[in-house]
């Protein structure tokens, strides 16, 4: 297989003008929403080739391994491309239980209610205790 086949998968995803497109992770088992973070060209080769999530982070302007700092690894078990070609969702199994660098299950922990936005799930483990920056996760 020629490195142009090797890699014409990619050429299906439609990248945005900065070369990103959106990443859901998903848990494999429950079907439930866990973050929503942008990946590269690179970032989802390594995704394919590594079998965990490696995201694009924006703050840092780098490469990402989710877990490398807090343990907490999104092993993928599938990735899928929607009909539109320009968001990607990975089907995860969600080591540690926490997908998010607040602590929780789950990064959409907030629920709108008629007083405003309320957090609708608990913290489960203070991110102090596994990042060395929780603000700069």
């Known amino acids: 297989m020629t490195a142009t086949n090797a890699t014409a998968w990619l050429d299906k995803v439609c990248w945005n003008q900065d070369g990103l ?9 429950s079907g439930r929403a866990l973050t929503l973070a942008w990946m590269n060209r690179e970032a989802l080769q390594l995704t394919l080739s590594e079998g965990r999530a490696v995201y694009w982070s924006r703050s840092r302007g780098k490469i990402w391994r989710k877990g490398e700092q ?4 999104q092993e993928v078990r599938e990735i899928r491309l ?8 990975l089907l995860v199994d969600q080591r540690g239980g926490i997908a998010c660098h607040t602590g929780r299950e789950s990064c959409f922990y907030l629920q ?3 007083g405003g ?5 608990p913290v489960i483990k203070d ?11």
């Open 127 to 137: 991110p102090a205790g596994f990042y060395d920056d929780p603000e700069n996760f």
């Open 70 to 73: 807090s343990g907490h690894v």
């Open 21 to 29: 497109v959106p990443a859901i992770a998903q848990e494999f088992t």
């Open 82 to 89: 929607d009909c539109d070609g320009d968001t990607i969702l």
């Open 112 to 114: 709108k209610t008629a």
């Open 117 to 121: 936005w309320e957090e609708a799930e």
